[in-house]
């Protein structure tokens, strides 16, 4: 069966860290990746996607980027962290040619 | 590209009372629809999905949702909720575009009181 890690569960940093947070999926080969973020009492917004070992689509315009150095890893980084990018942060992955998609247990980060 | 409107942010509803969660979605292609439910401060998990076929389409916990076309509809229902149905409800929908990634509504959250 396949399943998907994601770490830290909780992370506090200061304003001006970096960041790296870490997804994998196991059981599984070429899945689709997605870093989605959520901020507080609002819905869920696609940060990066990827169809494959260091291709990478940005969603929309930010602070943070992300890569696949290996098929079933997916990093989301930052090299200055905002408060602005406080939030739940959730990796998923998509099989090839089905579409639904199987999140991790998140990762909470707080910016102070 | 495909969106998503949940047209409610709050529903509380009485234990045992039947429930539905709005949800619409527009789209130029053939879409595939989902509903996530989230406990808090955990991921995501899939109630249930339409990709083909029926309209009606039944999930786990007892949720089944309807695809209307004509509409641009695809509400969640139960018809006797449980104190521990309490979750924040996800609408979805996603196409071929951006690699299949799901376009997400703002959320329902359901509180269901004894």
């Known amino acids: 069966s396949q399943t998907i890690h994601q770490w830290p569960a909780t992370l506090v940093q200061p304003v001006g860290s970096p960041l790296s947070l870490e997804c994998t999926v196991e059981g599984t080969s070429n899945p689709n990746l997605y870093w989605y973020r959520q901020?507080?009492?609002?819905?869920?917004?696609?940060?990066?996607?990827?169809?494959?070992?260091?291709?990478?689509?940005?969603?929309?315009?930010?602070?943070?980027?992300?890569?696949?150095?290996q098929d079933r890893q997916f990093i989301l980084s930052?090299?200055?962290?905002?408060?602005?990018?406080?939030?739940?942060?959730?990796?998923?992955?998509?099989?090839q040619g089905a579409p639904e998609a199987f999140f991790g247990q998140g990762t909470r980060l707080t910016v102070v | 590209a495909q969106s998503v409107t949940q047209l409610?942010?709050?529903?509380?509803?009485?234990?045992?009372?039947p429930v539905e969660?709005?949800?619409?979605?527009?789209?130029?292609?053939?879409?595939y629809l989902f509903w996530y439910v989230q406990y808090p401060n955990q991921g995501l998990q899939l109630l249930l999905k339409y990709l083909s076929g029926s309209t009606l389409v039944k999930g786990i916990n007892g949720f089944e949702a309807e695809f209307n076309k004509s509409q641009t509809s695809f509400h969640l229902r139960k018809p006797s909720v449980h104190i521990s149905d309490t979750a924040e409800y996800f609408c979805a929908v996603s196409g071929s575009n951006s690699g299949y990634a799901l376009n997400f509504g703002k959320g329902t959250s359901l509180l269901v009181t004894p």
Not at chain 1, 48 to 69: D, K
Not at chain 1, 79 to 91: A, E, H, I
Request: a positive charge; proline letters at 4%; glycine letters at 8%.
């Open chain 2, 21 to 31: 969660l709005r949800c619409n979605y527009s789209s130029s292609v053939s879409v």
């Open chain 2, 8 to 17: 409610d942010s709050q529903v509380p509803v009485f234990e045992e009372a």
């Open chain 1, 39 to 69: 901020a507080a009492g609002r819905g869920l917004q696609l940060l990066f996607y990827s169809v494959g070992i260091g291709q990478i689509s940005s969603e929309v315009p930010q602070n943070l980027s992300a890569s696949r150095p």
């Open chain 1, 78 to 95: 930052s090299k200055k962290l905002l408060l602005s990018d406080s939030g739940f942060y959730l990796c998923a992955w998509i099989r």
